[in-house]
């Protein structure tokens, strides 16, 4: 029996659903060691252009394909294109691509918790940059710790879900995005009163030209293309719970405002304290949780500033979990036509599953080296999603939506204009066709080639 489609119970949940699942840890904790690594102003710049010319036109065309299907990613090219098979592999790829990507991302999460604990618990305050290290490598080293704050992220992000789509997901993502935005307000205020904000927000927000070379332009071109989770269909489901009264081009705008807003108050938090406390803005990854902790540990109040930010961090990547578990969920309970609790409950499980490789590569399974060198069984599943999944499945969507052997451009311009607000234009369709899927093969290419 074919299940009755959900639907989300309004349009700013809408928004803030789809911006959710964009925002998280790429936005609060990728984009502030980027933008130190690329020295600031000018990587933030280019990080905006191609914010326009590269995500708002994707993610026009997966909400258009989601809204038009009526069907879960996994079955949306079979339900648009069912006579072009050519076409259908991309349904598989995106479950499998939202799959990888949750591998890795609750363990990742499940860090931030963890340090949310610590620093509620006041165990960070007042300790050494050698003892904040140490705080770092003794989490990795635990397999307990490690598998245990992933499954608590796993396990309560089905446990939302097991409530249904506006019960469980609409509601409390509705709640968790506007504490966010809350949180990230007083932080940032908070921040702007450091002795060293003014050195900090220059080196943020003014654009240093002589430090612009090729790599700036490429990290600002994958941080771009990659904050927004585009080409796994993870935003093409939100797109098929939501009705017809408002055009695509128009929300994909609204919510990469809201997205781009999350990245760059996170920067105004974390650089003005990097000043301050003489924390290398260019520290790398290890910038949230070894960086960010010292600022805490020897700062006035620092356990309750250290608890608010790590708060705002975990439902940043809440939001991306919960989004992305729901696309799971969709696609899972298409194929089979089991309940939403069934599929929760062997979801729940089969993730926790997937997701150990992940936990354990950096304690029982930490001899294991995908790439050589130091690289891990999270670098693997990483490289997978966002360097091969994410681009070449962006390239399909656009490829789609251009063809006519696909969706095709005059159905992408119905389905994507119907509604009020802005409007996919016609002298886009040489942009769209032509130069877009050239732009995100270059992004393909280059990120392969740097990579190794």
Request: charged content about 10%; some cysteine; overall charge positive.
């Amino acid at each position: 029996m074919e299940q009755q489609r959900e639907r989300l119970g309004s349009r700013l949940g809408f928004i803030l659903l789809s911006a959710g699942c964009a925002i998280g840890c790429g936005n609060v904790w990728k984009f502030p060691w980027m933008c130190g690594q690329y020295g600031g102003g000018a990587f933030v710049l280019l990080y905006l252009v191609f914010l326009v010319i590269l995500g708002l036109p994707v993610m026009t065309m997966e909400f258009s394909l989601g809204r038009a299907a009526q069907t879960s990613p996994v079955r949306m090219y079979q339900t648009l294109a069912p006579e072009q098979k050519r076409w259908h592999f991309q349904g598989a790829a995106s479950l499998a691509g939202n799959v990888v990507l949750m591998m890795f991302y609750t363990s990742v999460s499940g860090w931030i918790l963890y340090y949310f604990v610590k620093s509620l618990s006041g165990s960070m305050t007042g300790l050494t940059p050698e003892a904040v290290d140490g705080v770092f490598s003794g989490m990795m080293g635990s397999p307990a710790i490690m598998v245990g704050f992933m499954a608590l992220v796993v396990v309560l992000g089905f446990a939302v879900l097991s409530l249904g789509l506006q019960g469980g997901v609409e509601r409390v993502t509705k709640y968790m995005m506007l504490a966010l935005l809350g949180l990230m307000a007083v932080l940032a205020i908070h921040s702007f009163t450091l002795s060293g904000a003014a050195e900090g927000l220059r080196f943020y927000l003014l654009p240093d030209f002589s430090r612009l070379d090729g790599s700036v332009v490429v990290g600002a071109m994958n941080q771009a293309f990659f904050t927004l989770s585009l080409g796994i269909g993870s935003m093409a489901i939100f797109g098929s719970y939501i009705g017809k009264e408002h055009s695509l081009m128009g929300e994909s705008l609204n919510i990469i405002v809201l997205d781009t807003a999350v990245a760059l108050v996170a920067g105004l938090i974390i650089f003005p304290a990097c000043f301050t406390f003489r924390v290398e803005p260019g520290a790398g990854p290890r910038l949230l949780f070894i960086a960010m902790a010292n600022v805490f540990s020897g700062m006035a109040g620092g356990r309750w500033w250290g608890s608010l930010f790590f708060l705002f961090m975990f439902f940043a990547a809440m939001s991306t979990v919960l989004a992305v578990f729901e696309n799971i969920l969709a696609c899972v309970r298409e194929l089979t036509g089991w309940s939403r609790r069934k599929a929760c409950l062997i979801c729940c499980a089969a993730i926790l599953a997937l997701s150990l490789p992940c936990a354990l590569g950096f304690n029982l399974l930490s001899g294991v080296h995908p790439f050589g060198g130091d690289s891990g069984i999270l670098d693997l599943e990483d490289f997978i999603v966002s360097n091969c999944l994410l681009p070449l499945g962006s390239l399909v969507v656009v490829l789609f939506c251009t063809r006519k052997s696909g969706f095709g451009w005059e159905r992408f311009m119905e389905e994507a204009n119907t509604g009020k607000g802005l409007r996919v234009k016609r002298w886009m369709r040489g942009y769209m066709t032509y130069v877009l899927p050239l732009i995100i093969l270059a992004v393909f290419l280059i990120g392969i080639v740097t990579f190794f």
